[in-house]
């Protein structure tokens, strides 16, 4: 891989003009997502499902990219590692930059995330979920030139999750508490930083599902320590572990993490489709089949994603 400029570190804590910036690098590309109440449930939803490309992610791949340009970096070609949601968004801002792309994706990413990463234009190379995460890890992927883009584990990326945050605050300035997917913990992170810069007082909750919980077991033991992660059509989020340069910013930003069972995420995307007619993929329902479980008060869930396949959602929705 070719040398890059320093990466700014992930601390200290985003100042409120990062985020500031960041929103105004975005404002043409991310919209302004809703917060809706819930039908029968004393909870919001914050619909990032409804961005472009169908994630949250289009926020903080667009900072990232814009910002390093805009710093003077020299980006001939955008590579990054991503389940899905991050490749679609990154590969779009080097489309528009005209840059050649190339997303590592996991074999288990969904065909709906890969075929998308396909008509952005980006080269497509699938590996085995362990070197994928591997690449996650280190971010060598065996390959020279291009500027790797971290999905998770670079500040602009955090700082733009954060404008969710701020927006939150903006929209509904009585927030208590936030349920939040968490996979790498970009949107965790991030988000935390936003809304507790209004309201320090918010109660962050993360939110990982049964068959991967590396940040529960990373709480309990006092580091991040390898798990268990069974397959699931649950694919934007879990790992085998926590990564090394997020621990410092979870253990600071997360104030407690909850589990879900895949039923309670299957019941969850029933119900956003049923009662609120948003299509979501399981990372996206799993905070509010959380915030069903968990209930707070003047609380909001994060609605990550949308990007699910066909048949797996027409097999949850007919229960």
């Known amino acids: 891989m070719s040398e890059a400029a320093p990466r700014p570190e992930l601390q200290p804590a985003l100042a409120g003009a990062e985020i500031e910036a960041a929103r105004r690098r975005i404002a043409d590309i991310a919209i ?21 490309y169908g994630s949250y992610k289009i926020r903080g791949a667009t900072n990232v990219v814009r910002a390093r340009i805009e710093a003077g970096e020299t980006v001939e070609a955008v590579v990054s ?32 995330k890969v075929e998308s990463l396909k008509r952005l234009g980006a080269e497509v190379r699938e590996h085995p979920f362990a070197g994928w995460w591997e690449i996650m890890q280190t971010r060598e992927t065996g390959l020279e030139g291009g500027t790797f883009f971290h999905p998770v584990c670079e500040r602009e990326v955090v700082a ?35 809304v507790k810069l209004a309201r320090p007082d918010c109660r962050i909750v993360a939110v990982e599902t049964e068959v991967s919980t590396p940040l529960k077991a990373a709480f309990e033991a006092g580091r991040p320590v390898t798990v268990e992660r069974r397959p699931s059509f649950i694919d934007g989020m879990g790992s085998t572990g926590v990564l090394e340069p ?8 997360i104030d407690e993490v909850v589990v879900v069972s895949l039923a309670e995420v299957e019941d969850a995307i029933r119900k956003l489709a049923r009662e609120q007619h948003v299509v979501t993929e399981g990372a996206g329902a799993a905070a509010y089949a959380a915030a069903l479980a968990n209930a707070r008060p003047n609380a909001v869930a994060i609605v ?12 949850i929705l007919k229960g």
């Open 160 to 194: 733009g999750a954060a404008v969710i945050g701020d927006e939150i605050a903006e929209d509904f300035p009585e927030v208590e508490t936030v349920f939040i997917p968490i996979g790498g913990g970009g949107l965790a992170c991030g988000v935390a930083q936003g």
């Open 81 to 112: 590692a991503s389940a899905g949601n991050f490749g679609q968004a990154v590969a779009a801002a080097a489309r528009a930059l005209g840059l050649p792309c190339l997303i590592h994706v996991p074999d288990v990413a969904a065909r709906v």
């Open 304 to 315: 990550s994603g949308g990007n699910i396949d066909a048949g797996v959602l027409a097999d």
């Open 32 to 52: 302004r997502t809703p917060l809706v109440r819930a039908q029968g449930a004393d909870v919001r939803l914050k619909l990032e499902c409804l961005q472009p």
């Open 246 to 253: 997020m621990w410092p910013l979870l253990q600071r930003w």
